[in-house]
């Protein structure tokens, strides 16, 4: 004949499952067919649908790790208004989002500020950026994952539930504050900040700054030990703003969308102002 080669292509679908190659499984007739049209040689056809299936393994790690780090919804770097926080700039946060220069070194970043002052929001949102760029993030509030720990070590397994957090290049722990003087007794939370310490991230909120933190640990001697490990390699921000809440809320009340004010009235509100 004309020195075509047959393809039996049902049996490649086979070896491109057995070889856990999805995309190029997808995607191979279609580049195939580019790739003869446009007389593409062999190399550059093979280096296409290479690249194909990695980028597709990117993009599903990242769903997976996404899923995993349990976030909340919603809250992103985008939805955040860097301006209610001028502690706190979008390229501070930016560099932080981009993980390398304190996940690598196991440094942590302490958030602090009243209720309302954004820290769950920027926190969530610094993790999501951070999972997008590759790392693995577990979001807790820190109540719940003292929680599991707790019944890890009534297991003897604390452990390896700790070690097991390893494979997170950052914890946070959110709301610190709120571990209860019954839940601080095991220590817990303390192993896993030793444990931690100059090897792997976490980024902590609270509503106090070390003050009330002696009801987090089970005495003193503890609570300063914890806090001289957290805070050696540590970025500190204190967000001493008002609630994000409230102030929207009173924006609202001022400016009714729903109703706008007449003019006269808004020259009058001017002038008494
Ligand atoms: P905190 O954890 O400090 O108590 P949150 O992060 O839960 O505060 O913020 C309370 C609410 O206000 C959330 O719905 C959050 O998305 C929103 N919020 C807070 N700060 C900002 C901000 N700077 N920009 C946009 N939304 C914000
Ligand atoms: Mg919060």
Not at 134 to 142: A, E, H, I, N, S
Not at 223 to 243: G, K, P
Request: hydrophobic share 40%.
């Amino acid at each position: 004949m004309s020195g075509r080669i047959e393809v039996d292509t049902a049996r490649l679908s086979l070896l491109l499952t057995e070889l856990r190659l999805p995309a190029i499984g997808r995607l191979w007739a279609e580049m195939a067919e580019r790739s003869d049209r446009e007389g593409w040689p062999a190399a550059r056809f093979l280096s296409t649908i290479a690249e194909l299936e990695i980028a597709e393994r990117a993009r599903r790690r990242v769903e997976r790790h996404l899923l995993e780090a349990r976030l909340p919804p919603d809250k992103t770097l985008d939805g955040f208004d860097f301006a209610h926080v001028p502690m706190l700039s979008r390229a501070r946060v930016t560099a932080l989002a981009s993980g390398d220069a304190w996940l690598n070194r196991g440094k942590n970043l302490l958030l602090f500020g009243p209720p309302g002052s954004g820290k769950t929001h920027i926190s969530a949102a610094i993790g999501r950026t951070l999972v997008e760029n590759g790392y693995r993030v577990l979001f807790t509030r820190t109540t719940d994952l003292v929680q599991r720990l707790q019944a890890a070590r009534q297991d003897l397994a604390l452990e390896a539930a700790i070690t097991k957090l390893d494979r997170y290049d950052l914890l946070v722990l959110d709301d610190l504050s709120y571990v209860r003087k019954d839940q601080a007794e095991t220590s817990v939370l303390f192993e896993l900040i030793s444990r931690r310490y100059e090897r792997r991230s976490m980024l902590i909120t609270a509503n106090q700054p070390f003050g009330e933190w002696n009801n987090v640990f089970p005495d003193p001697a503890m609570t300063i030990a914890a806090i001289d490990r957290l805070v050696h390699h540590s970025v500190v921000v204190e967000m001493n703003v008002e609630s994000y809440r409230r102030r929207t809320a009173t924006t609202r009340k001022a400016r009714p969308a729903s109703r706008p004010v007449p003019p006269t009235t808004e020259l009058t509100a001017i002038e008494h102002a």
